[in-house]
């Protein structure tokens, strides 16, 4: 099959009121649509591709998020396009006659698209998506790092089916094994049971409070968004006053500025394959202004890949110092690579019978100074032994 048999058609969004010219904005930018003379080869001159999800049926008390394609291409178009050279074709929305026709045909898109070298960006619908996403980004990458930005911990509860509230429950049975690192960026604790939290710890996974990210804190989320394979954002983990997104109410959570920091980490990672918007809901939204807040976290993350700003650190390059720690109490070196000119640092983690470079911040290293195990390390070298 090629690509395009994965697709409905689509056609570029009209834009009626315009901020800017026409040739200054993402519109102009995008292609919609895969031509008829294309083969799916060509599809890798690109960097991205968005891939629209117009379906709610696993989205339960939400239903109406299947029409967040449509609203969010509308206001992205809208927006200016990025400072530097990126590339982008609108695939348009996944077909399928059932849900696990959805579900496999977005899988199998995944796959081609991962092997072309282009990232996928998966806007709308609920977040049960993440799951044929995981599975196929595990075909060809044996140790995923996911980052989760949410309020809640999706796990099953009462034995409930399959769906975008329990979809954490079937990644830790179906694709734990791929599964290298996976973190929840923002939860609330209030919203959060018990047995949930327990869960995420029986996985070896990490749940990261709103309040550690807050504010001056906000560099702490950088390490999660530049290691990940996938980054999956629901809308809910925002302030519900910059994102009237969902049947349901939740009061607190990251400013439309956070949001949009967040998805500049994730662009300017280095390994970040698929990049989601689930669970917005335009009926809902009587204002539109959650459509436009999701189109400039989306911009965001075009304009960060644009900058080039992704790298993975080298020994044999000038612009890292190596750092090594010995812990005497614990007799042994950690080794910590920083960046001199933009200053982010990475820390080399015990895996099995190797060693991952991952992601961290400069606190990990004063920690490991000052005599103490950073908790990174630590976490990796208990579950290697």
């Known amino acids: 099959m090629q690509l395009r048999d994965f697709f409905e058609t689509i056609e570029a969004p009209k834009l009626t009121a315009h901020l800017m010219p026409m040739d200054d904005t993402l519109s102009n930018q995008i292609v919609y649509g895969l031509d008829e ?52 074709i609108d695939l348009g929305n996944i077909k399928g006659l059932t849900l696990n026709d959805r579900y496999f045909a977005l899988g199998e898109v995944i796959q081609i698209l991962v092997s072309l070298g282009v990232r996928a960006l998966i806007v709308g619908g609920g977040q049960d998506y993440v799951l044929p996403i995981t599975k196929a980004l595990g075909k060809s990458e044996s140790d995923l790092l996911l980052t989760m930005i949410d309020a809640k911990l999706d796990f099953c509860t009462n034995g409930s089916d ?7 429950s079937e990644l830790g049975k179906q694709c734990n094994q791929t599964i290298f690192e996976l973190n929840n960026l923002g939860a609330q604790k209030y919203l959060i049971g018990e047995s949930q939290e327990q869960e995420m710890i029986k996985l070896g996974w990490e749940t990261v409070r709103l309040r550690e990210l ?77 459509a436009m807040l999701c189109a400039e976290i989306i911009w965001h993350f075009f304009e960060a890949i644009s900058q080039h700003t992704r ?56 920690r490991a100074q000052s005599g103490e195990l950073p908790d990174k390390w630590w976490k990796f070298y208990k579950e290697s032994t």
């Open 162 to 168: 399959f769906s975008a509230h329990t979809y954490l």
């Open 37 to 88: 003379s294309w083969n799916t080869e060509e599809v890798k001159n690109f960097d991205i591709a968005i891939i629209g999800v117009a379906d709610d049926k696993n989205a339960p008390h939400n239903q109406g998020c299947r029409e967040a394609a449509a609203a969010i291409r509308n206001s992205l178009a809208a927006l200016r396009k990025t400072s530097g050279k990126l590339s982008v």
């Open 311 to 366: 790298e993975i650190p080298s020994e044999s390059s000038q612009l890292y110092k190596i750092s090594v720690v010995h812990l005497h109490d614990f007799d042994v070196h950690i080794r910590f690579y920083s960046n001199r000119v933009n200053k982010r640092w990475w820390i080399e983690v015990p895996w099995k019978n190797e060693v991952k470079l991952l992601a961290c911040n400069k606190k990990d290293f004063l």
């Open 214 to 290: 807050r504010g001056e804190n906000m560099t702490n989320a950088e390490p999660f968004c530049r290691d990940a394979d996938l980054i999956s954002f629901d809308v809910g983990a925002v302030e519900q006053s910059y994102m009237p997104y969902s049947t349901s109410i939740n009061i607190n959570g990251f400013t439309g500025f956070e949001a949009c920091q967040l998805a500049w980490f994730a662009g300017a990672g280095a390994t970040a394959k698929a990049f989601c918007m689930h669970e917005y809901n335009p009926i809902v939204d009587k204002t539109g202004k959650g």
